[in-house]
């Protein structure tokens, strides 16, 4: 590698860093907020209204995947990008938005019809809307995370974020019922797209082209095929398990995934939007590919491990002081998803690693058969009771897991070993925590669980760190760079804070803003 590959990749690797941690900001910010707000919630609403939003929540995305047909995806990997592009993508997906949306509203009765819920219909008629919110500012996203403008979608997407819990949390005390929470998804959206648009500095034209769509075409019904597989799952699952269990059931379900997903975006899954922009930076050179995809994949362990650990031995404590007693049915199942979780942040990777290296059809038949599996193992388990379920989705995520690293080794130019020993450190360092979380626990049942709760959460963090810094160094290393980083860039930006005040006067200098594309103007 020539001197300037070298700065190159540098440069490269600040930049990814710097995205996650704009991400792992933007997560925080949202999750934390967020979390408050479904505390209100969950003492105003009933588990039906969970349940019930829940299910109008899953058929959004498949209609996200319809309209979008991969486009986005496709703008933020390839490698060159021309108006025409962008032109012909937005008018294509911002149409089709608004087709499926009222496509959505007419066929509400017929999702009613399926979960045997009346009033489902008209929740997802009440959501609509944000199917062509999403897709009009479709464009302006994908720009923005190809430039690696990841301040810039923070600040956005946790300012909707506030709106949106604002506007729930209102609605709720007011007596809207489930309406709060539909209303706290189009108040979100409605913010999120007006600083997109804001942000990106874009305008569309009407110089479309047949041979641009063609080619994001068969890039994206790939990258389409994946979402529609997942989404089409979701629905079934939720059918499935509304069938066995009732939309209360479903609404204990969904408490459980919520703290999960909490805890997962909080941790290790701000390098996911990072990742299809890194790798597909670097895929035409298999050496660089597979350093930062190992890299990746052992920083991203090494940071949710310690936080599903947490959440798996406090949780008989920690779900009925956040959410109240009537919440306790959702505890088990939370713990069991919380070991789902590590196993399916590599298929998260994964998942970013195929759509940036330019593979998304090999990902496409790995989704159909995961997914597949996960509904035969759902109709299985569901009728048996919410914790069945869960061990039937445990089943599927760890055969997944195994049956992944040989076609990511391919990919990548590893061998299956190198990318399992990876987990297998991950796992066993997670042991390390997870013994001393217990004793902890165990030492200290007397006292209140607030108190309780801290002191397992302190004991895990410790010797989790102790444990990654003797037998996990390289992910250790890359804490303590992402942690000087931003350290030095505070400095740096007080130092040139320092000079513009100096340099006032008669004479003054030009203060220069710290950082590259995409920094200093967001």
């Known amino acids: 590698m020539t001197s300037q590959d070298a700065h190159a990749g ?30 209100v919630l969950t003492r105003l609403l009933s588990p039906e209204s969970f349940g019930t939003v829940a299910v109008a929540l899953t058929i959004l995305p498949l209609t996200y995947a319809l309209a979008d047909l991969g486009f986005s995806t496709y703008i933020m990997q390839v ?10 993508a937005f008018w294509f997906t911002t149409v089709t938005g608004l087709i499926l949306a009222g496509g959505l509203v007419g066929l509400a009765p017929v999702a009613a019809a399926m979960f045997h819920r009346a009033d489902v ?44 819990q604002v506007v729930a949390v209102v609605l709720a005390l007011t007596g809207f019922g489930v309406w709060a929470l539909v209303g706290q998804t189009i108040a979100g959206q409605v913010v999120v797209s007006a600083l997109a648009w804001s942000a990106a500095r874009w305008r569309p034209g009407f110089g479309m082209s ?63 939007p990072v990742s299809t922009v890194l790798f597909a930076r670097v895929r035409d050179a298999q050496d660089r590919l597979r350093h930062a995809y190992l890299r990746a994949l052992t920083f991203s362990y090494a940071v949710i491990v310690p936080a599903m650990v947490f959440l798996v031995i406090t949780a008989p404590s920690l779900l009925p002081l956040l959410f109240g007693r009537a919440w306790q049915p959702s505890v088990r199942p939370s713990q069991i998803l ?13 998942h970013g690693l195929f759509y940036g290296a330019g593979r998304p059809g090999r ?13 035969l193992a759902a109709v299985i388990s569901a009728r048996h009771g919410m914790e069945a379920w869960a061990y039937g989705f445990l089943t599927v995520a760890s055969l997944a897991t195994v049956l992944r690293w040989p076609l990511v080794g391919r990919l990548v130019g590893a061998s299956s070993v190198a990318i399992g020993w990876v987990f297998l450190r991950a796992m066993l360092i997670g042991l390390a925590g997870a013994g001393a979380g217990w004793a902890i626990a165990a030492a200290t049942p007397a006292l209140p669980p607030v108190v309780g709760i801290a002191l397992v959460g302190l004991g895990i963090g410790l010797a989790h760190a102790l444990a990654m810094r003797l037998f996990l160094r390289d992910a250790w290393a890359d804490a303590v760079q992402i942690v000087r980083t931003r350290l030095g860039a505070r400095t740096a930006r007080a130092r040139s804070a320092e000079v513009a005040v100096e340099g006032a006067g008669p004479s003054p200098r030009v203060a220069v803003p710290i950082g590259g594309p995409g920094h200093g103007t967001d």
């Open 10 to 39: 540098e440069g490269l690797t600040q930049h990814a860093l710097d995205g996650v941690m704009w991400t792992a900001a933007q997560r925080w910010a949202i999750r934390i907020s967020g979390f408050a707000t479904v505390l």
């Open 79 to 88: 490698e060159r990008i021309g108006e025409r592009t962008l032109d012909t």
């Open 121 to 164: 219909a008209s929740v997802i008629r009440g959501v609509a809307p944000a199917i062509g919110l999403v897709t009009l500012t479709t464009v302006p996203m994908a720009l923005l995370r190809r430039q690696m403008r990841f301040r810039a979608l923070a600040v956005q997407s946790v300012l909707g974020g506030i709106v949106g």
């Open 210 to 272: 047949l041979t641009e769509f063609r080619a994001m075409a068969s890039f994206g019904t790939k990258v389409v095929g994946v979402e529609l597989v997942a989404t089409v799952r979701g629905l079934i699952e939720n059918a499935v398990i509304a069938g066995a269990l009732g939309v209360t059931g479903l609404g204990y379900l969904s408490i459980a995934q919520r703290l999960t997903q909490v805890m997962q975006d909080v941790t290790a899954a701000a390098i996911l």
């Open 338 to 350: 919380a070991v789902i979780s590590i196993l399916v942040l590599g298929a998260l990777l994964d």
């Open 363 to 375: 990902w496409f038949v790995y989704a159909i058969a995961v997914d597949g599996l996960t509904v």
